[in-house]
């Protein structure tokens, strides 16, 4: 069964910087592409970024172009999320998943716990 275990959120005033991590175990990490995903309160949880194997060409919604990067590092079967000039409109829960399709639907029916991210304004 895979396990998703997302860390690194926190509170943090506007303009500041988080680097957000997932581990993946039970499957073979480097199979997938990857994403991340943010559900902020009261609203629908939506993809917000996700980086390809082996080309790992990445994609972003345009609200964070710019500011938010991904990475991956198969060897720790762990996805990053650098996030830059946050603000107020970044506070979410974020979250993992591996992601398939052209729109990039999340692939695994289970989640990790999240981690939230909180930016003051």
């Known amino acids: 069964q895979v396990q998703l275990v997302e860390s690194g959120g926190g509170l943090v005033q506007a303009g500041g910087s988080l680097r957000l991590s997932c581990v993946v175990s039970g499957r073979i990490f480097s199979n997938y592409a990857m994403g991340w995903f943010r559900q902020a309160p009261g609203k629908e949880r939506e993809f917000v970024a996700a980086?390809?194997?082996?080309?790992?060409?990445?994609y972003y919604v345009d609200s964070v172009k710019g500011r938010f990067t991904i990475s991956r590092d198969n060897a720790k079967n762990t996805v990053y999320l650098q996030m830059n000039t946050l603000k107020p409109e970044d506070t979410a829960v974020y979250y993992c998943n591996a992601v398939y399709g052209s729109n990039y639907y999340p692939l695994f029916d289970s989640w990790g716990q999240g981690t939230q991210v909180t930016v003051s304004s």
């Open positions: 980086i390809m194997w082996p080309a790992a060409s990445t």
